[in-house]
């Protein structure tokens, strides 16, 4: 730990010597330009993660493995016997790979929250078709495959949580440029976009792979409060470093000092304190979600989407501070359908079109909800995270996973070489993607960039975030600890 809090003292250092000094010009313009915006449809938002998904199983379905996946064999063994040639070649092939991850997922994606935006919903029919097609031939040329060899429900969540990973890292920078349309940006009180979704969404993600999901025992609250450590440092060094360089920060958002990271760290420090089985978190969740709920409507909401602030820490921080309430509710509700949707005993005797089916309908019973909350109690605030919006997010979530577990049906499907890179450092792919912004944001006045500049960047980072996670993973380092 000590090169932890040797790299604090050092940001700390950093933030005394930039008090005085501005780093970024143009800081008030570039939080106007991702202030007071309304967001988008539910529907363009729920046919964007449609699109992320299927441009995965379309990667599946074109293939493109046999090489890399014969040559990783070789490189065990040459590692062993310290071959530098068969891993030179293996090194090839595995670059490759990962370029074809990027061009057939990463770039695709990029273009449809930027450039393309205007056809998201042309884009899901066109998809959909060729994966069609895919699929069919695919079948065709391999009959000699099993159904069995389809991808376990654990991978189609990891699956899932890098496209997640993927859609935070591209939209975090690409909302500073002007190709990336307002109405995907976050929301300023009502509405929903894209970036909405974002930590309801890791929340979600983290609770549904939870130990507690699982029914396995987490210990007790001192080894939680052990676990959140991390998560507070990365919270401190983030409030530390934007302050010292004067990075632009919407306060609505969380608040003066809150980040994502205090956010994280909060939900494990109630969940290790209040440690419940998975089967009676749903009931827990619900009590909390509508307690909460009442109390918003009862004039909470109100004073947390207003521009009042007193001067103590919790008011300076309201947003942040009680819309933890909203996401622990959230947690809690993860758990209980990753216990009972994929890991309960009974779910373990399915078949995986009856799990595919439960998914769908119970996305589908959530999608009724979440429009019936918005319409006749509140509308969805992310800003607040009251119940439309925890139930926006379940919804949005399992229907994207229901159409990542489809990959059972494609012949030879299997994570992709970029997927397992990510999957195994998603909080180093975080981490270096919120510094490769902050980089580019103190050397771009990203907000006058023309559409082609833009674009050139933006796909530079892409790929770069790419090869770099990916060069990380082939040399086999591993930074993860949620």
């Known amino acids: 730990m000590n090169y932890i809090f040797s790299f604090l003292f050092f940001f700390f250092s950093l933030y005394r010597v930039l008090m005085d000094s501005s780093l970024n010009p143009n800081k008030h313009l570039k939080e106007e330009f991702v202030s007071n915006l309304d967001g988008s449809s539910i529907l363009e938002i729920a046919a964007l993660l449609t ?14 493995r046999s090489r890399t996946d014969n040559n990783n ?23 490759y790979a990962i370029s074809l991850d990027f061009i057939f997922i990463v770039f695709p994606m990029l273009l449809f929250f930027t450039v393309l935006s205007e056809w998201v919903y042309h884009g899901v029919v066109l998809l959909s078709l060729l994966l069609l097609v895919l699929t069919v031939t695919a079948k065709r040329s391999s009959s000699g495959l099993q159904r069995g060899q389809s991808l376990s429900f654990r991978a189609n969540v990891s699956s899932y949580r890098v496209a997640l990973m993927l859609i935070t890292c591209l ?11 307002r109405r995907y940006a976050k929301t300023e009180t009502y509405g929903t976009s894209l970036m909405d979704l974002g930590v309801g969404s890791f929340v979600l993600a983290n609770a549904i792979v939870s130990r507690q999901a699982r029914d396995v025992s987490s210990g007790n609250w001192i080894s939680g409060l052990k676990a959140t450590a991390p998560l507070l440092l990365l919270g401190f060094i983030r409030l530390v470093t934007t302050s010292g360089v004067d990075y632009q ?3 609505t958002e969380y608040g003066q000092h809150w980040n994502f990271f205090f956010t994280l760290a909060a939900i494990s420090i109630l969940t290790s304190f209040v440690n419940i089985p998975a089967k009676y978190c749903g009931i827990l969740g619900f009590t909390v979600l509508a307690g909460y709920q009442t109390w918003l409507v009862s004039g909470l909401n109100t004073y947390l989407l207003s521009h009042e602030r ?8 309201k947003e942040g501070v009680f819309s933890t309430l909203g996401y622990w509710g ?22 995986t079109t009856i799990s595919i089916a439960r998914v769908f309908l119970v996305s589908l019973i959530l999608w009724i909800v979440t429009l019936l909350v918005d319409n006749y109690v509140e509308r969805i605030s992310r800003r607040t995270c009251n119940m439309p919006y925890v139930t926006w997010v379940l919804a949005q979530d399992l229907q994207a996973l229901g159409i990542f577990m489809l990959s059972s049906y494609i012949p030879m499907n299997k994570l992709s070489p970029l997927e397992e890179a990510i999957d195994q450092n998603l909080l180093a792919t975080f981490l270096l993607a919120n510094v490769f912004t902050g980089m580019v944001n103190m050397a771009v006045d990203t907000i006058f960039a023309s559409p082609l500049s833009s674009l050139v960047i933006l796909t530079a980072y892409a790929f770069g975030l790419s090869v770099i996670i990916g060069t990380i993973h082939f040399s086999g380092f591993r930074l993860k600890f949620w």
């Not at 699109?51 to 493109?64: A, T």
């Not at 064999?73 to 670059?95: F, G, L, M, P, T």
């Not at 007193?310 to 921080?317: A, D, F, L, P, V």
Request: glycine share 4%; proline share 2%.
């Open 330 to 351: 959230m947690y809690l509700l993860g758990v209980d359908l990753g216990y009972r949707l994929f890991y309960a005993k009974h779910s373990n005797t399915r078949s």
């Open 171 to 181: 939209c975090i920078l690409a909302v500073d440029f002007t190709i990336f349309p």
């Open 73 to 95: 064999d070789k490189s065990v063994s040459s590692k062993k016997n310290d071959d530098e040639i068969a891993v030179s070649r293996q090194w090839k092939a595995y670059s």
């Open 51 to 64: 699109i992320v998904p299927l441009l995965v199983l379309i990667r599946y379905s074109i293939g493109f």
């Open 249 to 251: 920060v919407h306060v």
């Open 310 to 317: 007193g001067n103590n820490i919790i008011s300076k921080n």
